[in-house]
DNA sequence: CTAGGGTTAG
């Protein structure tokens, strides 16, 4: 088992395996060796201060994109990641120069202090006493111990939040007892960080350059995290150039600080030629730093540059530990390599790492999106057998794999687990879960079940969970339920968004009485009157398509993308309940022209073919209606069919999906077209030219003669 | 435990 794990990681290692990601790979991109320069390097110099003009980074690394530019025109286009980076292009002459300094920087070493206990006492008063100057002067007079240099570190160090950091900060500057040295800002800078307050930290820098205090790697680390987390990202890039600008180099912390920073920047050129620049330098990256790049090209999705990250650590002998791991798990997954997922956790194991709960939420997630049922249960056994840990996330990401793939029983066992866990009890996310099982099973009962319970205890309903119960409900015809719920749901806070109105559209669409179409349409009011003022202008036969038109193209802009098809669907729909076949016909073009079925009609010289997958029943009638017609009309003009007749429904890979294939099965039958499903692919349906020519005849009667 | 970098949910 372990070995066959290995071997498969092995291969691709020494293999070249063309890509098959779907987003381009950056070995693809022109960019990689180009000499773009990095516009946020040329940035005005910072405000603050006026540093030495040492040469920046876009200089200095000038020469070496210059360089690898030049190399490459001599190389066939693709330069392959799995060759150690060249080192060719150094001239000897001019030795290149370092962008990162080897030697982190030391940190001073502190004694033990025999006062600790009474210091942090002390501090604990200070975090509890009221947030007010006047409250703080009053609690520092019970100071313990003199505030000697260490003393006040200590204490320092143990205030939260920012707001007592910084009274006790001036505090100490007020006091005149020693001069305020680089780790005491270091130590009040980190407390403002964890308070996300970058302008004070910036106003501290700058005091700290007034005062000639030396600002060092940790206090621009510092600088730069808390510039990242504040999203100023514009602000973190300028003060990793400022170090430069004044001399100082950034050691492997502060450098994979920034590499960070371009990361989440999407600046992928740019964090590979610093990486490559830092490794030219002599730089042996750590397990964060790869980490950093792993996670950078999951969000790419780009499984080359996952294998790039693999390879350079079996280069240079760096054992990934778990954090790593489980950043490659999830860009495996994001990057849509379910089996190397699932291969680079058997090797962790196997190398004896012990998962934690975030390693297995990747995995679930992983096995979950690509419907890998069997894998995802032995995961959950061996995570019991195992005793691996579990928190409320893990819990929740197994709910939801639950949800799509219909497992209903294990998430029901999964639930009562944690109901009777101490930690991990339901919340709102679990809660919806579970509701959307019961929807899609149509488990009605038991989805009202949980509602109920929800309300009695303490968990908020979402509106995730209202759409999956009311769209449950609808299905089952219990549209005073449906009422019900909407009512009780928005009286507990819940903000209608388009998704619910997308779910009570197709509520509409399944009613028959007039009566419930319009207690359903009198909710849809309180959440989108437009949509509903479109559906009763369906029913006019007085409107004209330009209305119409217009009427769609508003609400359509209005809705975020992803309902913007399912609205439409479910307008078609009840128009072919309402019997208003001319406007079901409508909208399905106007559908078509705003792009929501993109891909629907496909011809080619031997075949043509219906995509029908993405429609509702009744669109997917329209569309077949309408496809129909413009053959006959082919027909009369007598112009060239292909062979074969195709139309696809899909198979319905979702276990409760409602199955267009068997529903447009039997309408094919009704009307006796001589479609049928093909062997080879399910939800296919074919037919040949000749018997759908004939078939067409017989139903089209002859033209009138003057029409 | 006493100054800095990386990882979990529709």
Redesign the pocket.
Known sequence: MTSTVSTALDLRFTISLPSDSKKPSFLSSPLRLSTKRFTVFCKSPSEIAEPRQNPSLSDQLKPLSLTLLSDTKDQQPQPTLLSKPKSTWVNPSKPKRSVLSLQ?????S?S??PQ?RDL?LFAKKLNGCEPTEAAFSVALEEIPHPPTRENA??IL?SLKPWQKTMLFFNWLKTQNLFPIE??FY??AM?SLRFGRQFELIEELAQEMINNEVEL???T???II?CA?RCNLFDKAVEWFERMYKTGLM????????VL?VYAELGKVEEVLSLYERGRASGWK?????F??LG?MFGEAGDYDGIRYVLQEMKTLGVAP????Y??LL?AMGKAGKPGLARALFEEMVAAGLTP????L??LV?IYGKARWGRDALQLWERMRSNKWPM????Y??LL?MCADLGLEEEAERLFEDMKQSEQCSP?S?SY??MLNIYGSAGKVDKAIELFEEMSESSVKL?V??CTCLIQCLGRAKRIDDVVRVFGISIGRGIKPDDRLCGCLLSVVSFCEEDEDVDKVLSCLEKANAKLVAFVKLLRDEEANFDKIKQDLRMILNEAVVEARRPFCNCLIDICRNRNLHERAHELLYLGTLYGLYPGLHNKTEDEWSLNLRSLSVGAAYTAFEEWMGSLSKIMERQEALPEVFSAYTGSGTHKFSQGLASTFASHLEKLAAPFTQSEEKAGCFVATRDDLVSWVQSRVPPPAVGA
């Not at 982190?104 to 001073?108: A, E, T």
């Open positions: 982190r920087q030391k940190r001073s502190h033990y202090n600790l942090r570190l200590l160090n680089t780790i270091n130590v980190k060092d790697n940790i621009y680390s510092t995290t990242k950034p050691d492997e912390v502060t450098y994979s600080a960070d990256p750590d397990p964060i730093a980490s950093v996670k530990n778990l954090v790593v489980n950043t999830e934690d709960e975030k390693t939420t990747a997630k928190d409320f996330i893990l929740n990401t939801s919340d996310w919806t879960a979402n995730m969970g």
